[in-house]
Structure formats: C-alpha cells, structure tokens
Nanobody, 123 residues
Framework: QVQLVESGGGLVQAGGSLRLSCAASGSIFSINAMGWYRQAPGKQRELVARIASSASTNYADSVKGRFTISRDNAKNTVYLQMNSLRPEDTAVYYC?????????????????WGQGTQVTVSS
C-alpha cells in the first residue's frame, strides 16, 4: 500500500505565503508525475500544478508566477510554494502521485491521493 501525507496548510492573510508538502510512503518502486489539486466549497476539484519525473512542470493560469511546484525524488516528496496568496486561493489542497509498484513480478502504476489540507486566505 501507498500513503500520501500532506502538511503545511493553514490560515494566512492575503499577500502572504505558505509551503505545502506531501510525502509518499509504502511499497514504491518509483514515482512518475506528482501534482497538487484544490477544491473550493461548491466547486469542482481543479489542477493547480503538476511536475513530471523529468521535473517539467505545468500550472493553472490562475497561479502562474505565484506558485512553484518542486519535488525531492530521494524523499518521494512534492512541495508547493505559494506566494502572493489571494482569498480566491482558499480551498482544500490535495496532492497526488502516479506510483509504480511491483505486484508479484508485474510492475503496475496507480494514482494515489492525499487526504487534503485546508488553505484559508483572509482578505
């Protein structure tokens, strides 16, 4: 089994910064892409940023220039540095990871999700 544990959420004033972390643990052979999504009340979950195993990244237009995604492959951890936060960034943030693992002699891939961490930005 694989678990993703997020940390770093909280309450911050507009213009402030937060750094989210998400560590994967368990039966992991390797991890392909990792990402952050968010879901605000009454809205669908949306992509915030993703980072491939090659370290190439993509961002939602709403966070470009303000958020930075990075990863530490040795620690199976993905980070999201959030600067210049706005009230509209308020949401539950979820990380995910496309994990490769052995099942018997077969190498499989599955997407796992964290439990979510609340980010609240006050105006």
């Amino acid at each position: 089994q694989v678990q993703l544990v997020e940390s770093g959420g909280g309450l911050v004033q507009a213009g402030g910064s937060l750094r989210l972390s998400c560590a994967a643990s368990g039966s992991i052979f390797s991890i392909n892409a990792m990402g952050w999504y968010r879901q605000a009340p009454g809205k669908q979950r949306e992509l915030v940023a993703r980072i491939a195993s090659s370290a190439s990244t993509n961002y939602a237009d709403s966070v470009k220039g303000r958020f930075t995604i990075s990863r530490d492959n040795a620690k199976n951890t993905v980070y999201l540095q959030m600067n210049s936060l706005r009230p509209e960034d308020t949401a539950v943030y979820y990380c995910n990871a496309d994990v490769r693992y052995y099942s018997g002699s077969y190498l499989n891939t599955n997407r796992y999700w964290g439990q979510g961490t609340q980010v609240t930005v006050s105006s």
